[in-house]
T-cell receptor, first 116, second 115 residues
């Protein structure tokens, strides 16, 4: 069965510091895509970053990078230089196959609090 | 605003009543999705449309739920005879048709409370 596990219900970080949010996944398919979304209190899911299972390099988007360790089935999100506006829920999600439609399997999320 | 639009943002209804939600996707997106998010959980997939065709329905979508996308543009999600367990955030998303890095764009959701 396909599953996304986020083991950190809550994290806090000091402003301007880096933080890593953990995500592990379970699938037997060779083709899959991994996503991170941010959900502020307004409710909208905001796309942050994508990693395909065949991508050789870790994805980066501005202050966000994805630490993809395929053998360990982990896809941790690293946020550098945290800002107060980064306080939100963060969800890891998987899509199979990587080029399929967006039937996403989400984890339970991690609530990040950025302290000044 | 050219994002995904959902209406209403909030809905409070009495148990047993019917409710209908609307989703307007990004105009060039032919793929549309509905998800449900209960408190403290990540969103769960409900259904998927490609243009006007409903191509997949989750087992979560009981016979009290019906979704339509009649002209391949906006979509509606109707819940009949609401139950307290239907209380959740209902999220709509849309995406472009092709590409391995094509992400889904989500609306702000409709929060349903059944009292």
């Amino acid at each position: 069965a396909q599953k996304i596990t986020q083991t950190q219900p809550g994290m806090f970080v000091q402003e301007k510091e880096a933080v890593t949010l953990d995500c592990t996944y379970d699938t037997s398919d060779p083709s899959y895509g991994l996503f991170w979304y941010k959900q502020p209190s307004s409710g909208e899911m905001i796309f942050l970053i994508y990693q395909g299972s065949y991508d050789q390099q870790n994805a980066t988007e501005g202050r966000y990078s994805l630490n993809f360790q395929k053998a360990r089935k982990s896809a941790n999100l690293v946020i550098s230089a945290s800002q107060l506006g980064d306080s939100a829920m963060y969800f890891c999600a998987m899509r199979r196959p990587s080029g399929g439609y967006n039937k996403l399997i989400f984890g339970a999320g991690t609530r990040l609090a950025v302290h000044p | 605003d050219t994002g995904v639009s959902q209406n209403p943002r909030h809905k409070i209804t009495k148990r047993g009543q019917n409710v209908t939600f609307r989703c307007d996707p990004i105009s060039e997106h032919n793929r549309l999705y509905w998800y449900r998010q209960t408190l403290g959980q990540g969103p769960e997939f409900l259904t998927y449309f490609q243009n006007e065709a409903q191509l997949e329905k989750s087992r979560l979508l009981s016979d009290r739920f019906s979704a339509e996308r009649p002209k391949g543009s906006f979509s509606t999600l109707e819940i009949q005879r609401t139950e307290q367990g239907d209380s959740a955030m209902y999220l709509c998303a849309s995406s472009l048709p092709t590409g391995t890095d094509t992400e889904a764009f989500f609306g702000q959701g409709t929060r349903l409370t059944v009292v």
